[in-house]
């Protein structure tokens, strides 16, 4: 089975690709029912926009068969719309929606297809991050974070070498709507180079007059 999500429409909400992007799921985003093929571990639709069209997808994936769990994302103005449906989706998700409870509905999605996702730990030096227990150490020891302090953290780390503006972190951790300032990014990086200890600090660099790096670049190897 393909380990991957769909999602409607195509280009689909920022704040629903964030928290895709965050759980670490690997997501197709399609426009049309012909653009499916093979099997997926479940699909994400987007109903707001254009409801009709979004029913009309899941009507279209149910005729294809291979009982793919759909997971509506849907506001209170369309929920009558639900009505005499039942067949059409497994779960759906109100928007606007809050992002613990949407990543706990994915993991449910996911468990219904019998797929446990093995989410791979996140390994860089002393630093030791799991993605699935929200949970971090550093040579061992337990860190006490935030979840923003984490997220950043894991974002961070996950890309070793790579320098990120702080435009690009407010925007991929915070969300796209976040309208915080760079000295949002600022605080949260000074608080977890406290957290990480004198000895491990640097394992998070400024780089100047554009923003933070995690690790070393390839040309200090």
């Given at each position: 089975?393909?380990?991957?999500?769909?999602?409607?429409?195509?280009?689909?909400?920022?704040?629903?690709?964030?928290?895709?992007?965050?759980?670490?799921?690997?997501?197709?985003?399609?426009?049309?029912?012909?653009?499916?093929?093979?099997?997926?571990?479940?699909?994400?639709?987007?109903?707001?926009?254009?409801?009709?069209?979004?029913?009309?997808?899941?009507?279209?994936?149910?005729?294809?068969?291979?009982?793919?769990?759909?997971?509506?994302?849907?506001?209170?103005?369309?929920?009558?719309?639900?009505?005499?449906?039942?067949?059409?989706?497994?779960?759906?998700?109100?928007?606007?929606?809050?992002?613990?409870?949407?990543?706990?509905?994915?993991?449910?999605?996911?468990?219904?297809?019998?797929?446990?996702?093995?989410?791979?730990?996140?390994?860089?030096?002393?630093?030791?991050?799991?993605?699935?227990?929200?949970?971090?150490?550093?040579?061992?020891?337990?860190?006490?974070?935030?979840?923003?302090?984490?997220?950043?953290?894991?974002?961070?780390?996950?890309?070793?070498?790579?320098?990120?503006?702080?435009?690009?972190?407010?925007?991929?951790?915070?969300?796209?709507?976040?309208f915080g300032g760079a000295r949002t990014v600022d605080v949260h990086v000074r608080r977890l180079r406290a957290k990480l200890g004198e000895e491990h600090a640097g394992l998070i660099t400024t780089v100047r007059s554009v923003g933070y790096r995690f690790g070393l670049s390839r040309w200090e190897r």
């Open positions: 089975m393909n380990e991957s999500l769909l999602v409607y429409p195509d280009p689909p909400p920022p704040e629903l690709v964030r928290t895709l992007d965050l759980g670490g799921y690997t997501w197709k985003a399609v426009s049309r029912p012909q653009e499916v093929d093979g099997q997926w571990l479940g699909a994400v639709v987007a109903v707001d926009n254009r409801p009709e069209d979004a029913f009309g997808f899941c009507r279209a994936l149910h005729r294809q068969g291979g009982d793919v769990p759909v997971l509506l994302l849907v506001s209170g103005a369309h929920l009558d719309e639900l009505e005499m449906r039942d067949d059409l989706y497994a779960d759906f998700c109100l928007t606007p929606f809050h992002q613990r409870e949407l990543e706990a509905r994915l993991a449910h999605l996911v468990w219904r297809s019998g797929t446990v996702l093995r989410h791979e730990l996140i390994e860089y030096g002393p630093l030791l991050v799991n993605t699935e227990t929200y949970q971090a150490s550093i040579a061992g020891r337990p860190l006490d974070l935030t979840f923003m302090e984490y997220e950043l953290l894991k974002f961070l780390a996950a890309s070793p070498g790579k320098v990120f503006t702080r435009e690009t972190l407010l925007s991929r951790v915070w969300g796209y709507d976040y």
